[in-house]
């Protein structure tokens, strides 16, 4: 669904790039490198644990509002955490629109590796489902937005489609930003060569460094030297990720676990934000044409923007509204949560 007729509809998702970041990649650096400045806001995050199964307990970290408040719920991409500079600046300006700001980590990432035997992967919900209802539960707000960028974006999907028509209590809302649709169509690009092998290089790293840690803790499971040898991400799927969730190869865990194939079990209303450059996401001809006709998601597509970076001319300034920054995805995200809370009777 694409509603660009309304002229104030079609104004707050114009996008203008900075002049120097018209090109994806420079874009994409940039909205991971240009200082922050989040130190403040972190200092009065509050952190719980959340049992998701015997194996697995994931921690959260939020900024509460009053009870009665609606909640934003962060979900973090691929080898990263709820400090990931991208999730602090959205829970930033959805806190500052009066929203509580709830950021998962997502099992054995930000630290966590000791509280959980398995690795993760682009389909599985389970950590993000169990954070939601312990909110819905535990707090039980009358509005609940879920917002998932880059890998988080695709479970935060895998997440709508298993509630289906039914979602916990208060579950309204969904943003969704440069999320890999078709995981095959992700992982040829991402190993593209050219400037892409700084990205494979950057994740590769990350599993690593988690490896260390996890073959620590698990080495009966996972040993010290697993991941010896492997120069690709998808090789990494291909011997640990795959095996470890019942697939036979990568090949056939991106088939089953890419969001195009849950998409007509959506029903929740939402956004999904795409830049047409995109470095190592691309949006494959197949998801734009599923989301063009989709009953319940909006897709915004933007010429300029990078992977999850949308780093803006100048920060918009709208009837009503007032972005905090330049960082226009994470300023939309706010705005659109807070439009549909409004409109909901969930905040004055």
């Known amino acids: 669904m694409i509603r660009h007729d309304d002229p104030a509809e079609a104004a707050r998702h114009s996008f203008r790039p900075h002049p120097l970041l018209r090109n994806g990649h420079a874009m994409t650096i940039a909205g991971v490198k240009l ?3 989040q130190r403040r806001f972190l200092a009065s995050e509050q ?7 015997a194996t697995t307990t994931i921690v959260a970290e939020a900024h509460w509002q009053p009870r009665e408040a609606p909640v934003a719920v962060l979900v973090h991409g691929l080898s990263a955490s709820a400090k990931a500079v991208y999730v602090v600046g959205a829970a930033r300006k959805a806190w500052a629109a009066g929203f509580s700001a709830v950021r ?14 398995t690795l993760y992967h682009a389909g599985l919900s389970d950590d993000l489902e169990a954070l939601v209802d312990w909110i819905a539960r535990e707090r039980r707000p009358a509005w609940i937005g879920v917002a998932g960028f880059s890998l988080g974006g695709g ?7 298993r509630w289906g028509g039914a979602p916990p209590d208060g579950v309204a809302r969904l ?7 078709d995981l095959e169509e992700t992982s040829a690009a991402m190993h593209s060569g050219g400037f892409n092998h700084v990205y494979v290089r950057y994740f590769l790293d990350d599993f ?10 698990h080495p009966e499971r996972w040993p010290r030297d697993g991941v010896r040898g492997i120069r690709s991400v998808r090789a990494f799927d291909d011997r640990w990720t795959a095996p470890s969730f019942g697939w036979k190869d990568a090949a056939d865990y991106y088939r089953d676990a890419s969001p195009m194939t849950v998409l007509d079990r959506i029903q929740l209303s939402g956004t999904v934000l795409h830049a047409a450059d995109d470095p190592f996401v691309p949006l494959c001809p197949e998801a734009q044409q599923a989301l063009r006709g989709h009953p319940s998601l909006e ?3 933007t010429r300029h923007g990078g992977h999850n970076a949308f780093f803006g001319h ?13 960082y226009w995805g994470e300023n939309r995200m706010a705005q659109d949560f807070a439009l549909a809370a409004r409109a909901a009777g969930a905040m004055p």
Do not use: M, Y
């Open 299 to 301: 897709l915004v597509e």
């Open 208 to 217: 690593r460094r988690s490896w260390k840690l996890t073959s620590r803790l």
């Open 175 to 181: 943003w969704v930003q440069s999320a890999p649709f």
């Open 314 to 326: 100048q920060p918009a300034v709208t009837d009503g509204w007032r972005d905090l920054d330049r």
């Open 35 to 37: 200082p922050r400045f």
């Open 47 to 53: 952190r719980f644990q959340v049992r998701v199964d």
């Open 104 to 117: 998962i980590n997502l099992r054995t990432c930000g630290g966590t590796e000791h509280l959980s035997s």
């Open 155 to 161: 479970i935060v999907l895998h997440a709508a489609a």
